[in-house]
């Protein structure tokens, strides 16, 4: 059993940047391939980036490529999202998710763990 908690949600103005974190608290991630999601006020939860066990291979949603990045740190069981340039319409409450297969995957379904969310606000 794997649980994820996330943390680093705030309100920013737009331009910021933030990092979001997600520890394993129980359980370790080692292996899985993780990622984060998010979902606006009024829109079913989007894929935003997710990396593989290794750290290497990494997707990103469109709408964020060259602005954020994940990374993650095996050793501390904890990966991370960067968030630079953000805009307003990043607002969301931002989830990380861990996938037993450990690949770098945008698909929810593929996740087998997901965090509580953490809220981060962009204002212009």
């Known amino acids: 059993q794997v649980q994820l908690v996330e943390s680093g949600g705030a309100l920013v103005q737009a331009g910021d940047s933030l990092r979001l974190s997600c520890a394993a608290t129980?359980?370790?991630?080692?292996?899985?391939?993780v990622g984060w999601f998010r979902q606006a006020p009024g829109k079913e939860r989007e894929f935003v980036a997710a990396?593989?066990?290794?750290?290497?291979?990494?997707t990103y949603a469109d709408s964020v490529k060259g602005r954020f990045t994940i990374s993650r740190d095996n050793a501390k069981n904890t990966f991370y999202l960067q968030m630079n340039s953000l805009k307003p319409e990043d607002t969301a409450v931002y989830y990380c998710?861990?996938?037993?297969?450990?690949?770098?995957?945008?698909?929810?379904?593929?996740?087998?763990?997901w965090g509580q969310g953490t809220q981060v606000t962009v204002s212009s």
């Open positions: 998710a861990a996938a037993r297969y450990g690949t770098s995957q945008s698909g929810q379904n593929r996740y087998d763990y």
């Open positions: 129980e359980g370790t991630i080692e292996l899985y391939g």
């Open positions: 990396v593989a066990w290794t750290g290497v291979r990494t």
